[in-house]
DNA sequence: AAAAATATTTAGATTTGCCTAAAATTTACT
DNA sequence: AGTAAATTTTAGGCAAATCTAAATATTTTT
């Protein structure tokens, strides 16, 4: 169908197309670690393809079937990421590379089963959202608790992973969804955070845990 | 490390040379479906890296860091197909493609946790032995049930997965390691088989449990 | 042992994805 | 607006892995 460099293009596109309408060569040359006369060799072809539209010296933007692709990539990117964090126990920072080989396994079946596996997580082990089967992502207004503005009251909305030692730890912490949490404090030594919970007085959370939680501002 | 190209051609050479010492340029061409001109080239970068020994006109067999990589490709391969029958639930007979792409996936890590999650099995779900970490495999005296002859008299010594649905039936059927079996009848519309089992009245057995199970001709 | 048949290698191209260097175009600045 | 700076494209090449066709070596047959 499409080879690895095809699917890497159309990715890194799509994740330099949320800051910018259109692409410049230079910017994917440097994403991709190459040059920008390959980059340019290589949007011809993909347009060719017609996963996307590009105009000579004006930087280029996905079709509809290039976005399709860039959100299947990503989607097995994610859930490949969820896989080996959850149940081959890497740790969520070692994860990437190899994730990057995994996403190329042309299979719908073999992705949509290892959703299926895992109990269609939403959301992979850095808190970014997976998009589904039809390419459709969660949406989120709701921004990870590791970037909400200290004082600011916010309702938990999502979980990041299903992983048993992470629910077990949340129900002994009592935070749940529609539990209301606000910021009281930021340690830039490790990251970790206080956080009051429904109220009650503060506690520690890691950046590890607070990762794993989305909130929605109230 | 090694291209896809280049561990496709020593995992076939690896598997031709089972049969014979010396593997030609024509079977390698065969199995790899493409044509001798371009095997013997790619026979002269593997001679340059040393995975193999070729003598002109006269093929090729692997060096013993060739044969090292053929273990692991195998393992890797294995290791996949067992993940995917046991705990994704593909079917046997559909994973062989898919983990033909996931066996180039290169982490050590990765193949060792793979492993691990999956409690170490010797097996994979076509009854063939998987390489551990050291490229150490299962020399098999043992035969899959599937070969037994009829008559001959056996102890059942290895069972070819974990899965819990296969557990289960076999404990039903008085199944286990040391049980002592005899095909009483074969059964070519399905393949199925008639097993006498230490000695009580036969039972039919699937071609597909067969499989999963090894025996020791007593 | 020579000729015929088969197998293997060499030579010369092709495609993909990348490179460098030079040319063309756009953008930024005075 | 006109020039300098930055960006992007073109032109020409390279390495990997493949191909076809032709040449060469080996094996089989007579």
Redesign the pocket.
Same mark, same amino acid.
């Given at each position: 169908m499409f080879?690895?460099?095809?699917e890497? /293009?159309i990715k890194s596109i799509y994740h330099l197309q949320q800051h910018a309408r259109n692409v410049?060569?230079?910017?994917l040359?440097e994403r991709?670690?190459?040059?920008?006369?390959?980059?340019?060799?290589?949007?011809?072809?993909l347009k060719a393809k017609s996963l996307l539209d /590009?105009?000579?010296?004006?930087?280029v933007t996905l079709t509809p079937e290039g976005r399709k692709l860039a959100l299947d990539v990503i989607r097995r990117h994610r859930l490949w990421e969820n896989f080996l964090v959850n149940h081959l126990h890497f740790g969520w920072d070692e994860v990437h590379e190899i994730a990057e080989q995994l996403e190329h396994v042309q299979s719908v079946l073999l992705t949509d089963k290892l959703d299926a596996f895992m109990n269609f997580p939403r959301f992979d082990p850095h808190g970014d959202p997976i998009p589904d089967n039809k390419g459709k992502m969660q949406v989120l207004q709701q921004i990870n608790l590791m970037q909400l503005p200290l004082g600011q009251q916010a309702e938990i909305c999502a979980v990041g992973s299903q992983q048993s030692e992470l629910l077990e730890m949340l129900r002994q912490k009592n935070l749940q969804i529609g539990s209301t949490v606000t910021i009281t404090q930021r340690y830039s030594f490790d990251q970790s955070i206080e956080v009051e919970i429904n109220k009650k007085p503060s506690q520690s959370l890691s950046e590890q845990l607070a990762k794993q939680l989305f909130v929605k501002v109230k």
């Open positions: 080879t690895v460099s095809e890497n /293009y410049s060569t230079n910017e040359a991709l670690q190459t040059k920008p006369a390959s980059v340019t060799d290589m949007l011809k072809k /590009y105009e000579k010296y004006y930087g």
